[in-house]
């Protein structure tokens, strides 16, 4: 009986020593239960809680704006990284869309930075997905300024910057993003 005792105890401490008790996640030193997950703080995102990074390129007239002609000034923006080209930017526009609707009128701005390298695309998407906020780009595809400063590395992307400049959250996608927005606003 020893013997089965002895093993039982081998094999339950190869599992991970930590059998009916809470276990320690090493990165944070919190305790976590099987169904919770401890944070791992080496993830978050760099620009979160840090001021945003201006960047200036064409708006859809030709004119050069800056993201600080927006962002900064009192409202919330979100800054959304998209192209026409890009199917999974299709298919998660309707939630932007549907966020600006609701929260436009009370102090959400979109500023949509495009991947595009043909003006014609960009414009038709623009009128044909229904995004009426304010789109800048300079038409270089994957050398677009605001994507080389935001080091964006697939699309769609975005991040939340509050109404004092300051970057709160990134990739809020699907119902994700109007809960977020929903938790501000409502």
Known sequence: MRIASI????FLLALGGNWGQA?????TGREKTDNQIAPDQDDQDPLIGKRFLDVQEPDTKGKLRRLSDYA???????VDFWASWCGPCQEEM????????KYHGKGLEIVGFSFDADRDDWLDAIKNWNMPWIHLSDLKYWKSKAGEVY???GI???ILIDPDGIVVARDLRGPELGRY???IFD
């Open 7 to 10: 093993l039982m105890m081998s």
């Open 23 to 27: 276990a320690t996640a090493p990165e």
């Open 72 to 78: 900064g000034k009192g409202k919330w923006v979100l």
């Open 94 to 101: 309707p939630n932007v869309v549907a966020a600006y609707k």
């Open 151 to 153: 080091e964006i590395e």
């Open 156 to 158: 769609p992307d975005n």
């Open 181 to 183: 927005l929903s938790e």
